[in-house]
């Protein structure tokens, strides 16, 4: 049993292992004294003797072997029982000197508890009850000294064995890493808290420095803002949490565009501070530019290096989907070479690929940017042009057939080559990407079956208004330089005054074949090949010529207006061709007015406002036709330079009987009073129409009641129309002009 007044002394200079004997030893009735090294635990067996002493050895200032010697050395305290308690000494030469010292027991941990306190207490009561002699020293001081110097050593030597074998582990680690690292294109960075780039081992130097967040501007964005990676990575950023290969585009030295891929992770210090991301970045340049043309090859033809077929079922199938979404139309050009399988042969498939390349190079000449060419078999080429009208197709064909009549030279060989032209449009023939193409294909072989060199479309009405557009295209040319356009004038009349205030000129065309064409015949298809500018000038030409001629035959025209289409307002220089023909003919400024049509200044407001106000100042006269079928924004009327707003014939139709047109009309004229501009209603034809408009307080009337279009000679014997505008016997229509 243990005595409760036995004082156990624990030498330990590790603290959780003293205290859990120190606990266990208190719990079952010892009192505790505790050293942390043997020098204190001499102090204090010197102050109070204890009943044991339990010691490890391997302890800082004084050891546990000497701590044993020098108790043993002690009179008073040589008596007191002694236990050495291991975990490092443990070998038998340790346990050897331990009991030579005088020691009791040598005990190795680990070791039950049970079954320490049960060697202790065995210990306490043999030595208190004199069952057991004192144990003294087992051999001579120097000899003792010699062995625990020995064990001193031989510890020493085993820790540095240890100290170097470990240091070896490292080294051999960190060669290891730094073999991964040397081997991996990856390089290596550090930020600091500020998330700033304060290292990198190799990789772009301009990262130095960088901040980490700074570095998300430069990511592409993905257009899915679900897996946006530039949104990611910052939020990683935010909560400062790991994020891996993201990709982000980077402009190095010499804007060189650098892609990178970069992955991060934070770290921090031995209390959780944080401290800044490390990580690996990886130049992706090379590899970016690699899939682009793996990409490229893909879809190129290697040759030509124009889109192959696959790439360009792709185009199809988009510019399919852009002409659904813009309604408007899309045309295909189907190509073929014409005898190219003879060609091949005779000169070898070298010269025949030399040719493909020229051929290809000739087609692409004709072409605009944005539209779309690829070869889609040895000798076919194909071409989308995405374009309103089918003609800008036709004239492309046309272009394309042109540039095959100049021979092409192929080994100091002079060849002529021709090709065959297939057109299929997009909605006319089919709305399907399949068929368009293989009607188109179909108009080749029709094409060649009309003998070759030549264009065919898919159907016939496209094919007949294709020619016909092209033969009135062509017919212009000549009719310009051929005289066979004229003018004729409609009168316009005051409504108060019933006076002649200008006639407009209205253009004709005498075909030597076809005899009379009207205007919406040709001005469309002169709009689209350009040829319009020049038929504008040719009018203010005749028109000053006539106002010329008119008044040195003393009949005086006030004005003519000249209509003048968007594509020559647009040209900046129809101010100074109204001046050339005005200085031309000696005619004041005055008398020459510019019809332009409402659509005309609403699609163009901006780039015309500048002529518009040029032309007015030189004191030319500015009316808008076709008023109120573009709903023009008030904002501008105000600011531009119109005198008069001409009241679309639409409108004048039903204005005798339409409430919903006498309410547009209406309002034209109040807001042609408000802004002070005249307002001349088109397309009068009857005397009811004539006085809804004079009731209303409409300025001017032009129309079949006032006069046909008439010619120069016609003009001078006009003659106004009878006063009042009422039809014999006929009462006038009542309206509400309030
Ligand atoms: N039903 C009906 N029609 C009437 C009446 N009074 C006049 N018209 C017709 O209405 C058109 C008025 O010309 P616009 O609106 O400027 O419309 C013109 C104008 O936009 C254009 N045009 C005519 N001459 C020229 C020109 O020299 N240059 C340009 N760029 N366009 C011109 O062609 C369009 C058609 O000209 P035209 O066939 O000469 O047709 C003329 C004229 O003959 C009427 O009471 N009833």
Redo the contacts with the bound molecule.
């Keep these: 049993m243990i005595n409760h007044e036995s004082i156990v002394l624990i030498a330990e200079d590790e603290e959780n292992s003293r205290v859990l004997l120190e606990n266990t030893l208190s719990a079952v009735g010892y009192r505790v004294l505790s050293a942390s090294n043997g020098q204190e635990a001499i102090a204090l067996a010197k102050t109070c003797t204890p009943d044991i002493i339990v010691s490890d050895i391997l302890m800082p200032v004084m050891d546990g072997y000497a701590l044993c010697r020098c108790i043993k050395k002690d009179e008073a305290l040589k008596q007191v029982p002694f236990i050495f308690y291991t975990a490092t000494y443990t070998d038998r030469e340790d346990e050897v000197l331990a009991l030579s010292l005088g020691a009791d027991r040598f005990i190795v941990k680990p070791v039950e508890m049970q079954e320490l306190l049960r060697i202790m207490e065995e210990t306490i009561e043999s030595s208190s009850k004199g069952k057991a002699s004192v144990r003294e020293p087992q051999l001579p001081d120097e000899q003792l000294e010699q062995m625990h110097n020995e064990r001193l050593q031989s510890k020493l030597n085993n820790k540095l064995a240890e100290l170097d074998s470990e240091r070896k582990r490292l080294l051999e680690s960190e060669q290891r890493f730094r073999d991964y690292a040397e081997a991996s294109s990856d390089w290596f960075w550090e930020s600091d808290r500020d998330m700033v780039i304060t290292k990198i081992t190799s990789g772009p130097p301009e990262l130095l420095f960088f901040g980490l967040s700074g570095l998300a501007k430069r990511i592409e964005c993905a257009t899915d803002p679900v897996d946006d990676p530039h949104q990611g990575y910052l939020e990683s950023l935010r909560q400062k949490k790991a994020f891996q290969d993201v990709i982000l585009e980077f402009e190095g030295s010499n804007q060189r565009l650098l892609t990178i891929r970069f992955s991060g992770k934070p770290y921090y210090d031995s209390h959780g501070e944080f401290q800044g991301y490390r990580g690996v970045g990886r130049d992706m340049t090379e590899t970016v530019a690699l899939i682009h043309q793996i990409e490229y090859l893909a879809t190129h033809d290697e040759l030509t290096g124009l889109p192959n077929r696959s790439h360009f079922w792709e185009c199809l199938n988009l510019a399919l989907s852009r002409a659904r979404l813009n309604v408007c139309r899309l045309s295909l050009l189907f190509i073929d070479v014409d005898h190219f399988k003879r060609i091949n042969d005779t000169l070898g498939h070298d010269a025949g690929d030399q040719l493909l390349q020229e051929i290809a190079a000739r087609i692409r000449r004709t072409i605009r940017e944005h539209d779309t060419i690829a070869r889609i078999g040895s000798d076919e080429f194909v071409l989308l042009i995405e374009e309103e009208y089918p003609s800008g197709a036709h004239r492309v064909a046309l272009d394309i057939l042109k540039q095959f009549e100049a021979p092409i030279l192929v080994r100091e060989q002079r060849i002529f080559v021709t090709v065959s032209i297939g057109l299929s449009v997009y909605p006319d023939d089919t709305q399907q990407a399949k068929m368009l193409l293989s009607y188109a294909d179909l108009a080749m072989y029709r094409a060649k079956e009309q003998g070759r060199n030549s264009f065919q479309y898919f159907t016939d009405e496209l094919n007949l208004a294709a020619h016909e557009w092209l033969s009135i295209e062509n017919g212009l040319h000549q009719a310009l330089e051929r005289n066979e356009l004229f003018l004729l004038y409609?009168p316009q009349i005051d409504l108060k005054s019933r006076r002649l205030i200008g006639v407009?000129?209205?253009?004709r065309w005498r075909h030597p074949e076809r005899g009379l064409i009207?205007?919406?015949k040709f001005?469309p298809i002169a709009e689209q090949s350009g040829l319009?500018v020049n038929?504008?000038r040719w009018?203010l030409d005749t028109a000053c010529r006539q106002i010329r001629a008119w008044d040195s035959e003393n009949f005086y025209v006030p004005r003519v207006a000249?209509?003048?289409?968007a594509r020559h307002v647009r040209n900046s220089r129809i101010s100074e061709d109204v001046c050339a023909a005005l200085a031309a003919h000696g005619v004041e400024p005055g008398r020459i007015g510019i019809?332009i049509t409402e659509h005309t200044l609403l699609e163009n407001v901006d780039t015309i406002s500048h002529t518009l106000n040029d032309m007015h100042r030189r004191g030319t006269y500015l009316a808008l036709?076709?008023f109120g079928t573009g709903y023009s924004s008030l904002g501008y009327l105000k600011l531009l330079p119109v005198d008069e707003l001409k009241i679309d014939?639409s409108f004048i139709r039903g204005v005798a009987e339409r409430d919903d047109d006498i309410a547009i009309v209406k309002a034209v004229i109040a807001l042609g009073k408000t802004l002070g501009k005249k307002v001349l209603a088109?397309?009068?034809?009857n005397f009811e129409q004539a006085g809804v408009l004079e009731a209303l307080g409409c300025d001017a009337i032009?129309?079949?009641l006032v006069a046909k279009?008439l010619s120069s000679v016609e003009v001078k014997s006009w003659t106004a129309p009878p006063l009042p505008f009422e039809e014999p016997g006929q009462a006038g229509t009542v309206i509400d002009t309030a």
């Design positions: 409609q407009e000129a209205l253009i009207m205007p919406d001005i319009i038929l504008g009018c000249v209509n003048i289409s019809e036709d076709d014939r088109e397309g009068v034809e032009q129309g079949y279009p």
